[in-house]
């Protein structure tokens, strides 16, 4: 789909490697950031003890986007180079790449915050569900792999209506356990970073002019853009 024309537009290309491997150690850079993050929100870790590594892993995220940004003007500018939809391909999915560190920053904070969900074992089964989408966002993105990333998609909405659920339920009280704001912000965090990746899987089944639907709610996208089984 949006990627569908790259390699015959430019071949076997340095440039284009280089762009990928950078792709695949932000992504990496990000399941790190995240891990850490959690590890401080559930009490694994002390706060104090990931804080600089999280910020660092995050700062090395930031720097990948930059390079891939000054690396596509070249290669777009030189003759035979990235035509234009392939250089908006790649600038899309660098952005959400990127987002997904600053939201890992933002679990981080609730611990600095003294929030602690240890306590919730099916907390540890959600984070541990974002870790496996990260990195199955990773593999399938690399492959390129279409069946795969219409499975993840659907999959990721489940995971999104699961979140505004338990903010749901915060907000109207049905939910009067602990700690209700940690939770309800560890959610949203958490949905943003699920429909961030989400954007990352568009770039493999959906044609361009339909990326970057999937960090809206279901019901507010074009009917076009939704994945097909």
């Known amino acids: 789909?949006?990627?569908?024309?790259?390699?015959?537009?430019?071949?076997?290309?340095d440039r284009l490697d280089t762009i990928e491997h950078t792709i695949a150690q932000m992504l990496d850079n990000d399941l790190q950031a995240y891990s850490l993050a959690v590890s401080a929100l559930i009490?694994?870790?002390?706060?104090?003890d990931v804080r600089d590594e999280v910020r660092r892993t995050d700062f090395q995220v930031n720097e990948g986007e930059r390079a891939i940004r000054r690396s596509l003007v070249v290669h777009a500018s030189v003759a035979g180079?990235?035509?234009?939809?392939?250089?908006?391909?790649?600038?899309?999915?660098?952005?959400?790449?990127?987002?997904?560190?600053?939201?890992?920053k933002n679990l981080l904070d609730l611990s600095r915050d003294g929030a602690n969900l240890g306590g919730y074992p099916s907390w540890r089964t959600t984070?541990?569900?974002?870790?496996?989408?990260?990195?199955?966002?990773?593999?399938?993105f690399a492959k390129r792999d279409a069946n795969r990333a219409r499975e993840m998609l659907?999959?990721?909405?489940?995971?999104?209506?699961a979140f505004d659920d338990g903010v749901s339920q915060l907000v109207s009280g049905s939910d009067d356990q602990d700690a209700a704001v940690a939770r309800a912000l560890a959610y949203r965090y958490l949905?943003?970073?699920?429909?961030?990746?989400?954007?990352?899987?568009s770039s493999v089944v959906m044609p361009l002019d339909q990326l970057d639907y999937f960090?809206?709610?279901?019901?507010?996208?074009?009917?076009?853009?939704?994945?097909?089984?």
């Open 1 to 13: 789909m949006a990627f569908s024309f790259l390699r015959r537009i430019a071949g076997s290309d």
């Open 191 to 201: 949905k943003r970073i699920v429909a961030h990746l989400m954007n990352v899987l």
């Open 127 to 140: 984070f541990a569900d974002v870790a496996t989408f990260i990195q199955d966002t990773h593999e399938t």
């Open 215 to 229: 960090d809206e709610d279901p019901e507010d996208r074009d009917k076009k853009a939704r994945p097909h089984a």
């Open 81 to 104: 180079g990235l035509e234009v939809p392939g250089l908006l391909v790649y600038m899309s999915v660098v952005k959400d790449i990127e987002r997904v560190g600053d939201y890992a």
């Open 43 to 48: 009490g694994d870790a002390r706060h104090a």
């Open 154 to 161: 659907i999959s990721g909405d489940v995971m999104l209506d």
